[in-house]
Nanobody, 123 residues
Framework: QVQLVESGGGLVQAGGPLRVSCAAS????????MGWFRQAPGKEREFVAG????????YYADSVKGRFTISRDNVKNTVYLQMNSLRPEDKDVYYC????????????????WGQGTQVTVAS
């Protein structure tokens, strides 16, 4: 079992940075691939970024490539999403998710989810 709690969301001006974090509890965090997804009201959950269990491989949606960076600290049991050059269209609720073993970019492959953190980008 892995419990996830996101934090760090908030209001930021367009073009600015924001870092969201996801703290995990449970002994097996370091064996889980992690993903960040986002969701707007009435829309499907969208893949944003992912990282392998070791941190050696990272994956990004085309819409955020070059602007967002995912990282993890397996000692602190935390995964981060550094978001730079934010745009109004990045406004969403951001969720982290964990999957034992392999990384996937599909939300339905993830067993564990946090409660989400709201990111709002003012134009």
């Amino acid at each position: 079992q892995v419990q996830l709690v996101e934090s760090g969301g908030g209001l930021v001006q367009a073009g600015g940075p924001l870092r969201v974090s996801c703290a995990a509890s449970g002994r097996s965090f370091s064996t889980h691939a992690m993903g960040w997804f986002r969701q707007a009201p009435g829309k499907e959950r969208e893949f944003v970024a992912g990282i392998s269990w070791s941190g050696g491989s990272t994956y990004y949606a085309d819409s955020v490539k070059g602007r967002f960076t995912i990282s993890r600290d397996n000692v602190k049991n935390t995964v981060y999403l550094q978001m730079n050059s934010l745009r109004p269209e990045d406004k969403d609720v951001y969720y982290c998710a964990a999957n034992p073993g392999a990384f996937y970019c599909y939300a339905n492959k993830y067993n564990y989810w946090g409660q989400g953190t709201q990111v709002t980008v003012a134009s």
